[in-house]
């Protein structure tokens, strides 16, 4: 009798936090996209990539606001219950959204386990530097993974001053670094990069044990993530310049919604095929006691 674990799943073997050590250590690349519903969820995991991020960009990409502080922790729930559903073998990490670990550490708490418990994540993300370390401490310690985010941080836009490339200066450059270690230390599993130069991005990913996700921040990370919407061209928004579009999804929809109007319009659709009937015998009393027939 096999016994069937989590580890093993119809996609091949369950993809945890520890597979993304094991994958710095073979220096095999992580890969990483975001996900927000069933579908996309699902087409992600069957496409063999590791993470599978819920991201808060959901805000922008699928809610439609500028930014990502408008999403609520219920809005990621909800997404993030979705994409369980979907997903067998990456691993399934939770964005969790801005002010919901940003008002002590209880509340964040209390919100990280719900994205375990009820949203089904294996993982939460969070942003900030070395002051999310007690944060990332106190919640490894309960037994939730954490992966950091550091760099351009798209929750601080209003501190930031707007998404602009961060460490760019020999001082900011070294905090990154330091933020680096200290959330390594902390007990973060992995760490994304966003939006920094690509030189000290790969000076962060020789300086740290855990793996490193890119997104704006070079090939010499241990990983890459992009946003689902950016990689497959269905955002409407600003597309920075590290995206690289693997299809013009936006193109292909809306081709397909103009054809299925005209149609609707011209009386092409539905066909004949595509219409149920009734049986032969049904018809044939029903125009024989003269209901509804014509002719
Ligand atoms: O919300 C998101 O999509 C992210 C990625 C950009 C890493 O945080």
Redesign the pocket.
């Known amino acids: 009798m096999s016994i069937q674990t989590t580890h093993d799943t119809p996609l091949g073997k369950k993809v945890t936090v520890h597979t993304l050590r094991e994958r710095k250590a073979a220096k095999e690349k992580i890969t990483a996209l ?1 996900a927000y519903d069933y579908p996309t969820a699902r087409l992600v995991d069957e496409a063999g990539i590791d993470v599978l ?1 819920v ?3 959901l805000a922008n990409v699928v809610l439609g606001y500028d930014t ?1 502080l408008a999403v609520t922790l219920e809005d990621m729930l909800f997404c993030t219950r979705a994409v369980r559903r979907g997903a067998k073998r990456s691993l399934i990490v939770g ?1 969790m959204p801005f002010g919901s670990y940003h008002t002590g550490l209880e509340a964040a708490l209390t919100a990280a386990v719900r994205f375990v418990k009820e949203g089904g994540a294996e993982a939460v ?1 969070l942003e900030g530097g070395r002051k999310r370390a007690p944060l990332i401490e106190r919640l490894v310690d309960n037994e939730i993974p954490v992966m950091g ?1 550091i760099g351009l941080t ?1 929750q601080s836009v209003h501190k930031m001053g707007g998404y602009k490339v961060q460490g760019k200066t020999v001082e900011t450059a070294k905090q990154l670094l330091e933020d680096a270690v200290m959330l390594e230390k902390a007990g973060a599993f992995a760490l ?1 990069l ?1 939006g920094v130069p690509g030189e000290i991005a790969r000076m962060i990913t020789e300086r740290i044990e855990i793996p490193t996700i890119g ?1 704006g921040a070079g090939a010499q990370c241990d990983g890459q ?1 992009l ?1 689902l919407a950016d990689a497959l061209g269905l955002n409407f928004g600003h597309v920075p310049r590290f995206v690289r579009e693997y299809a013009n999804l936006k193109t292909t929809i809306s081709d397909a919604l103009k054809a299925y109007a005209a149609d609707v319009r011209s009386g092409a659709f539905p066909s004949q095929e595509e219409t149920y009937s009734l049986p032969g015998e049904v018809a044939a009393k029903l125009k024989k006691s003269g209901v509804g027939f014509t002719s």
């Open positions: 975001t991020l991201g808060d960009s990502t964005d993300k985010h798209p994304v966003e997104i993530i946003v």
